[in-house]
């Protein structure tokens, strides 16, 4: 059985177990499952977290089940909240990936799937972890872009990652990039496309997230020095905290996946269209 905790997010199907949610005046969340489940060994519970309150409640659905007997609970997240916090750079930070690791492997879970993950520290952390990879969202903006492209890694942490699409596209070829970012305040600068022409060929950069975009837009500048054509850009969660006219004004076109949130302004292409059911 499925329970979405997004109303507008069901990958694996629709409802079929009934729950309610909300937020006490206090800030708390809290869920309560509305169906019958004496009969029921197993429940799926899809979810998107966009904040903590949205992990909350997932944590209230998976003890709300288990105290209905529920002998096994899977969940898929596609984004994994604090991926991007794999490592320890300055001295005082948390290593965030791991504190929501550590909860969640609390729970005993069944299995947990999570799609295109920033790095291999989260399945890495993650018990009973189960990755979904990005390539059939790649093809699927292949085939929308309809065009011979070249494949952009923007950085070294990208580049085993895309070499992988590329092998499963049947090898595209791959152009590699860099950037340096300041660790203390989190300004990029120094980006660099190792090659020198690019001889007006389309181009495709491929990446996991794009949050405020700084990544891509300093990349597609320094592209269009080296003689690149048209821009494309995919990113596999979508988060555009900084609204995406900017990015525009560089690239012809963008997609993501709703992993993390609907989004209207770019070519969205569904979690559930991509994912082995």
């Known amino acids: 059985m499925i329970l979405n905790l ?20 206090g800030g708390e969340p809290h869920v309560k499952i509305e169906s019958d489940l004496m009969l029921v060994r197993e429940v799926t519970i899809t979810t998107r ?8 409640i997932l944590l209230c659905a998976v003890d ?31 290593l965030t990936v791991k504190i929501y690791a550590d909860i ?19 399945p890495a952390v993650l018990n009973n972890c189960e990755v979904l990879n990005n390539h059939q969202f790649i093809k699927k903006v292949m085939g929308k ?13 990208a580049l085993k990652k895309i070499y992988q699409v590329s092998e ?19 300004e990029l600068a120094g980006f660099k496309v190792y ?25 597609a500048k320094e592209l269009k020095k080296k003689n690149a054509g048209e821009l494309y850009l995919a990113v596999s969660h ?9 990015l525009k004004m560089y690239y012809t076109q963008l997609f993501t996946t709703d992993s993390f949130n609907t989004v209207n302004e770019v070519v969205q292409i569904a979690i559930k269209e991509i994912v082995k059911k």
């Open 6 to 25: 997004d109303s507008n997010f069901s990958p694996l199907g629709t409802n079929t177990v009934k729950y309610a949610s909300f937020i006490f005046s």
């Open 49 to 56: 977290i966009k904040s903590f309150n949205d992990f909350g």
């Open 64 to 94: 709300a089940l288990k105290r209905m007997g529920i002998e096994k609970i899977n969940v898929f997240m596609p984004y994994f909240p604090g991926a991007r916090q794999d490592r320890i750079m300055v001295p005082g930070e948390a």
């Open 104 to 122: 969640l492997n609390n729970l005993n879970l069944n299995s947990i799937k999570i799609y295109d993950p920033h790095s291999e520290v989260t």
């Open 145 to 157: 872009i309809d065009r011979e492209v070249l494949l952009i890694s923007p950085d070294g942490g």
């Open 168 to 186: 499963a596209l049947g090898g595209i070829a791959v152009i590699e990039c860099s950037k340096r970012r300041n660790t203390r305040s989190g």
């Open 195 to 219: 090659e020198e022409d690019l001889k007006g060929k389309d181009c495709l950069i491929v990446d996991d997230i794009c949050d405020g975009g700084g990544t891509f837009i300093g990349l």
């Open 238 to 246: 979508g988060i555009f905290s900084k609204g995406i006219e900017e």
